[in-house]
């Protein structure tokens, strides 16, 4: 749970870092962001928006009466403070196994554009590094199990093996763009046999 929160508190950061909003709007950001398997709750946002207004890392500001409407009751905007821009700062320029792990790499890229080069190349590898780990290890009980287990368990491991190769194919791309190597051209499309004309 507590990296949850920290994965969370990064999110929250780097939205706010963009601009102030209130927490209804945030909450929607953030689900787009963690994608459908991760939705957050609002019981889950509001203790995390809680503890970081006790350290000082975000501000409440009660938006300008004159530009909500009268018949709305007033939501709370949340804006990140010099010492939250400082926290986030920090965050994203960490580089170890938490910034590549599954729960924060996605956040962690969502915000590359804050990030220097170095160390986004960084996480990008180490990304990389870990997932071909992952593959080799299921590609061996994949080989190992394939006459053991039924059709359906095979394919749904197949499936896994596919869904890693891609990310490592997607992840080698994005490095080679980072460090300015060209990509590597697409084959040819394959050309129909033509079959030969008779004179008959």
Same mark, same amino acid.
């Given at each position: 749970?507590?990296?949850?929160?920290?994965?969370?508190?990064?999110?929250?950061?780097?939205?706010?870092?963009?601009?102030?909003?209130?927490?209804?709007?945030?909450? %929607?950001?953030?689900?787009?962001?963690?994608?459908?398997?991760?939705?957050?709750?609002?019981?889950?946002?509001?203790?995390?928006? %809680? %503890?970081?207004? /006790?350290?000082?890392?975000?501000?409440?500001?009660?938006?300008?009466?004159?530009? $909500?409407?009268?018949?709305?009751?007033?939501?709370? +905007?949340?804006?990140?403070?010099?010492?939250?821009? $400082?926290?986030?700062?920090?965050?994203?320029?960490?580089?170890?196994? $938490?910034?590549?792990?599954?729960?924060?790499?996605?956040? /962690?890229?969502? !915000? !590359?554009?804050?990030?220097?080069?170095?160390?986004?190349?960084?996480?990008?590898?180490?990304?990389?590094?870990?997932?071909?780990?992952?593959?080799?290890?299921?590609?061996?009980?994949? $080989?190992?199990?394939?006459?053991?287990?039924?059709?359906?368990?095979?394919?749904?491991?197949?499936?896994?093996?596919?869904?890693?190769?891609?990310?490592?194919?997607?992840?080698?791309?994005?490095?080679?763009?980072?460090?300015?190597?060209?990509?590597?051209?697409?084959?040819?499309?394959?050309?129909?046999?033509?079959?030969? +004309?008779?004179?008959?």
């Amino acid at each position: 749970m507590a990296r949850r929160g920290e994965t969370i508190e990064l999110a929250v950061l780097g939205l706010l870092h963009e601009g102030p909003m209130h927490g209804y709007e945030l909450r %929607k950001r953030l689900n787009l962001m963690l994608g459908w398997g991760r939705l957050l709750s609002y019981g889950s946002l509001y203790p995390a928006l %809680k %503890k970081m207004l /006790r350290g000082n890392l975000i501000a409440e500001v009660t938006p300008d009466p004159g530009t $909500a409407p009268a018949s709305r009751r007033q939501r709370i +905007v949340y804006q990140v403070t010099s010492k939250g821009t $400082a926290e986030f700062e920090r965050l994203m320029s960490e580089v170890g196994p $938490a910034a590549w792990e599954d729960d924060n790499f996605d956040i /962690r890229f969502r !915000f !590359f554009s804050s990030t220097d080069m170095e160390i986004r190349l960084r996480v990008l590898e180490g990304r990389r590094s870990r997932l071909q780990e992952r593959l080799d290890r299921v590609q061996r009980d994949l $080989a190992m199990t394939q006459k053991e287990v039924d059709r359906y368990a095979a394919e749904l491991q197949r499936h896994g093996v596919e869904s890693v190769e891609r990310e490592v194919r997607w992840l080698s791309d994005l490095i080679n763009a980072e460090r300015g190597v060209p990509p590597e051209p697409a084959p040819p499309p394959a050309s129909p046999a033509v079959e030969p +004309v008779r004179n008959d």
